[in-house]
């Protein structure tokens, strides 16, 4: 059985910068894409980015292209998310997903199909 774990969440000040760390077990993690979402209090859940089973191909929204960088450490069964320039507009818990099919593309993720991991909430104070 596949779990995804996610960490690193906590309570930064704006502007600062925040890592969260995806493991993945239970099966060959360099054979899938990995994504984040995020939900903010009140809202949807939102695509955050997305990175191929290579590393070599990423995918960001728009609200975060240029601030975050997703990458992936397949050594260590493992997906980073690097959050700089951090805004209260981006406190929400984060969900790290990994996909079903070998392979796939990661843009496949958007939809949010996939194995989710349990969130980690990221608070950014004003």
């Known amino acids: 059985q596949v779990h995804v774990v996610e960490s690193g969440g906590g309570l930064v000040q704006a502007g600062g910068s925040l890592r969260l760390s995806c493991a993945a077990s239970?099966?060959?993690?360099?054979?899938?894409?990995m994504g984040w979402f995020r939900q903010a209090p009140g809202k949807e859940r939102e695509f955050v980015a997305a990175?191929?089973?290579?590393?070599?191909?990423?995918y960001y929204a728009d609200s975060v292209k240029g601030r975050f960088t997703i990458s992936r450490d397949n050594t260590k069964n493992t997906v980073y998310l690097q959050m700089n320039s951090l805004k209260p507009e981006d406190t929400a818990v984060y969900y790290c997903?990994?996909?079903?099919?070998?392979?796939?593309?990661?843009?496949?993720?958007?939809?949010?199909?996939?194995?989710w991991g349990q969130g980690t909430l990221v608070t950014v104070s004003s």
């Open positions: 239970g099966r060959p993690f360099s054979n899938y894409a």
């Open positions: 990175l191929s089973w290579s590393g070599g191909t990423t």
């Open positions: 997903v990994a996909a079903t099919t070998p392979y796939s593309p990661p843009i496949s993720l958007r939809a949010g199909t996939g194995i």
